[in-house]
């Protein structure tokens, strides 16, 4: 497993914005770059469920919640993963987590908490 820490989460109005970031901080970087990496959110009473994704090509894909107000993007010098989201609304509140795939290996983050409330 590879460790994975988030940052970015917090408490916002509904229609603003977060940037959610992931960093693989002891990956070795020429293997990051092979990593599909995704974002995943679980609300309370919920099942887990995949937000966004983004793999070793810079291919993405979102769930259909989010389309068109969210935005996954890597930068694989530093290791990261970002998930940029706007136009917030309440039933965005969830948990977000990171995620990381390499062949078989999968890990992840900590999850950290998006609450979006007037």
């Known amino acids: 497993q590879v460790p994975l820490a988030e940052s970015g989460g917090g408490s916002v109005l509904p229609g603003g914005s977060l940037r959610l970031s992931c960093t693989a901080y002891?990956?070795?970087?020429?293997?990051?770059?092979?990593?599909?990496m995704a974002w995943y959110r679980q609300a309370p009473g919920k099942q887990r469920e995949l937000v966004a994704e983004?793999?070793?090509?810079?291919?993405?894909n979102y769930v259909d919640s989010v389309k068109g107000r969210f935005s996954i993007s890597r930068d694989n010098g530093k290791k990261k993963v970002f998930l940029q989201m706007n136009n917030l609304k309440p039933e965005d509140t969830a948990v977000y987590y990171c995620f990381a795939r390499t062949g078989q290996i999968t890990s992840w983050g900590q999850g950290t908490q998006v609450t979006v409330s007037s």
């Open positions: 983004i793999n070793s090509d810079f291919i993405t």
């Open positions: 002891r990956a070795i970087l020429s293997t990051y770059r092979t990593y599909d």
